[in-house]
């Protein structure tokens, strides 16, 4: 039997299917859409940085001949939200992110209007200039420092999964400095690489993996993942004397490939210390027993895991990213906050004295895409110290899961793709207790002093 939490998860993934596959049937203007004038503007803010020519898409849709044949496959791909990716849940929780490329309901409403008008062509005049995007090789932001693996690892054509700490080269850095931004991008091998880490460490070049002082971790790739940009006044450590290591998961796909992988950061001006030190970090560790209680037997289509991380120190939590595999359909955020925080909650709320759930997000998951969603700032999410992280994923071991290796296996944890996970990444700063009051305080008295600061 079901709990109620779960049930009311699965109800909000049955209401978004339900409701998303209606978009097209919501009132248009009288004035039929042309390419020029209404669908291009859309596709330049959501599609084309990946649409357009040696780009990650099958097809660019930069230009009208691009796009035609593939019309009626756009309408389908937006009416239904497959397109552009972006898996979060409407209907429940925080809906403001940074650099949400998702189509609201008039956005659709014009593409699909414009499919079935025909999808004319328009007046020339009425295009908007071409975006002048960089070529696929670069990164999305102009970098301070670039480095890649000292030498090009070769994977076998084929064998098991391979998992290795490579070093990078010499960031050729003398001195404390902060990063403001950070991308990681393979150079070589793209196909074979599941993901990759890139970690500071300190200590001989053995290969052991420990962290130096400041912030060890500093950005995942994953498929489908960008760079990380961290909110103005924070920013990770990278401390004098580190190296970096680029851990990393490969798997052969059937012929011998060479893989190089590159590590891009934007740093801060020398001198500049930011307010707050961001972290990145994977939770529950792998290690902990929840993990181990990933149980999904032969055909299950809604396997269920539940995870939880208490919490010591206030946090401000900056972006959430689901992490599963193969299997992997959903996952849901919920913090349980303590019975006592710093700030006591209105009685509307349940008073001081009551422990209260509040759910943060939930994600759909495609294996494909490993989408990390940045909170806008004024709704980052505030979280008291003695707070429980409640993490619940769920997993589709199926026929019906297209991307299933095989629905008669047992699966469990493991770091294989074919094994399963239930982890999500967290990007946070940690907060005093004094700052995590005045947040709190702040947040109120922008929503009229008594309503919930989250």
């Known amino acids: ?117 025909g999808a004319p062509r328009g007046n020339p005049a009425d295009m908007p200039p071409a975006i002048a995007w960089e070529t696929a090789d670069r990164f999305s932001f102009e970098p301070d420092v670039i480095v890649q693996l000292e030498e090009d690892i070769t994977l076998a054509d084929v064998g098991s999964d391979q998992w290795l700490n490579a070093p990078l080269e010499d960031t050729g850095l003398t001195e404390d400095r902060y990063i403001q931004m950070a991308e990681i991008k393979p150079l070589k091998g793209v196909a074979v690489v599941h993901h990759a880490n890139a970690i500071a460490i300190r200590g001989t070049r053995d290969g052991e993996i420990g962290p130096g002082a400041g912030s060890p971790h500093i950005v995942e790739y994953a498929v489908g ?11 990770k450590l990278l401390a004098a004397g580190s190296r970096l290591v680029m851990n990393m998961h490969l798997h052969p796909i059937g012929e011998e490939t060479l ?40 055909g299950e289509s809604n396997a269920r895991t539940d995870s939880y991380h208490y919490v010591e120190q206030p946090m401000r939590i900056t972006a959430y990213q689901p992490h599963l595999h193969n299997r992997g359909k959903r996952q849901c955020l919920e913090a349980i906050y303590p019975p006592a925080p710093s700030v006591p909650w209105p009685e509307s709320q349940g008073g001081p004295f009551s422990v209260r759930p509040e759910l943060i997000n939930c994600a759909d998951f495609q294996f494909n895409w490993h989408l990390q969603y940045t909170y806008e700032d004024d709704v980052q999410p505030l979280i008291p110290a003695g707070t429980l992280l409640h993490l619940t994923s769920w997993h589709d071991n199926s026929a019906a899961n297209r991307g299933n290796p095989d629905p008669t296996a047992w699966v469990g944890f493991g770091q294989r793709s074919i094994d399963e996970m239930a982890l999500m990444w967290l990007e946070f700063s940690y907060l005093t207790d004094e700052e995590y009051a005045a947040a709190v305080r702040q947040r109120q008295e922008r929503h009229g002093g008594n309503e919930d600061p989250q």
Request: proline content about 10%; glycine content about 4%.
């Open 225 to 235: 993942k960008a760079g990380e940009r961290y909110p103005e006044g924070s920013g």
């Open 259 to 298: 893989v190089n992988t590159a590590l891009a950061l934007k740093l801060y001006p020398k001198g500049y210390t930011p307010e707050h030190i961001q972290f990145s970090r994977v939770f529950p560790f792998p290690s902990q027993s929840e993990q181990d209680d990933i149980d999904i037997p032969p």
């Open 1 to 117: 039997m079901k709990s109620p939490r779960a049930s009311v998860a699965l109800l909000g993934a049955v209401v978004l299917t339900a409701t998303t596959g209606l978009q097209a049937q919501g009132p248009v203007s009288q004035a039929i859409p042309t390419f020029t004038k209404d669908v291009a503007p859309i596709l330049q803010r959501a599609c084309q940085r990946c649409h357009r020519p040696n780009s990650m898409a099958p097809m660019s849709l930069v230009t009208y001949d691009d796009v035609r044949p593939w019309a009626r496959s756009v309408k389908q791909r937006v009416v239904q939200r497959e397109m552009p990716p972006w898996h979060i849940d409407r209907t429940v929780g925080i809906q403001r992110f940074k650099d949400d490329p998702s189509l609201s309901d008039d956005e659709i409403h014009t593409i699909a209007a414009w499919v079935d008008a």
